[in-house]
């Protein structure tokens, strides 16, 4: 494109134009490979002439193109190790979990009395704090 010397002072070359692109070289007006689009010589053909291309769906379809294989890699000894600790921290607190269950169960059996469940509570100190927060509101509109 600039020959020997390269290109002029304070300019440089456009992105993936060097010795070594010739593979991607297509021109755009007339298809050849021979050169870019900028450098076609030849007769710009009417705008209804562009040539017809498949889609990548198409060309999938058919099998001209492959499809693109998504690259797993392999987890690192770091990463491989972080899982083993998850998994085995899992277990722990479902077994703990499950040996509270089980004293409440206990507890229930010899009392008969049942214990509100921790969901049940929770949401009555919301339901309070709500309470809470309307009163505040309405007092405040009073005093206004």
């Known amino acids: 494109m600039y020959g020997n010397k390269g290109p002029p002072r304070k300019y440089s070359t456009p992105r ?8 991607k070289k297509t021109c755009q007006k007339c298809g050849s490979k ?3 689009t900028f450098e076609c010589k030849g007769v710009t053909p009417s705008r209804g002439a ?3 291309r498949l889609s990548r769906t198409q060309q999938l379809r058919w099998g001209i193109k492959q499809q693109r294989q998504e690259f797993v890699p392999e987890p690192t000894e770091w990463e491989a190790y972080k899982e083993r600790v998850k998994g085995v921290e899992r277990q722990l607190v479902a077994e703990a979990r499950a040996e509270v269950n089980q004293k409440k169960q206990r ?3 010899r009392t008969g009395v049942k214990r509100e469940s921790e969901e049940q509570s929770d949401m009555k100190v919301i339901i309070k704090e709500e309470d809470n927060t309307h009163n505040a509101k309405k007092t405040f509109k009073t005093e206004e």
């Open 50 to 52: 562009a040539t017809t």
């Open 16 to 23: 993936g134009v060097d010795e070594t692109s010739n593979a």
């Open 107 to 109: 507890l229930e059996d």
């Open 34 to 36: 021979a050169h870019w």
